[in-house]
């Protein structure tokens, strides 16, 4: 889903074996990811090491849980 410049990916996921995550995923594409991770590391949602930088998938990404146990991920495109 998109919308202006903000682009969103949602996942479901079934709980199963094959699959153990339950609940939704979203993804939140971003052009810059810094402003972000420091907002929310101010707020104390996240702890300093969930940054992860350069992944093999050309990210720079973190995430979190919401109360509601969907995944949340900030992610930016290297």
């Known amino acids: 889903m998109r919308r202006e410049q903000q682009e969103f990916h949602l996942q479901f996921h079934h709980g199963t074996e094959e699959d153990p995550v339950v609940g939704s995923v979203m993804k939140i594409f971003v052009s810059n990811i ?12 996240i702890s300093k090491d969930k940054l992860r930088l350069n992944t093999p998938w050309g990210t720079h990404e ?17």
Do not use: T, W
């Open 62 to 78: 973190f995430g979190f849980y919401d109360l509601n146990g969907n995944a949340i991920f900030i992610v930016q495109d290297i």
């Open 34 to 45: 810094n402003p972000y991770f420091e907002e929310f590391l101010e707020r104390g949602s």
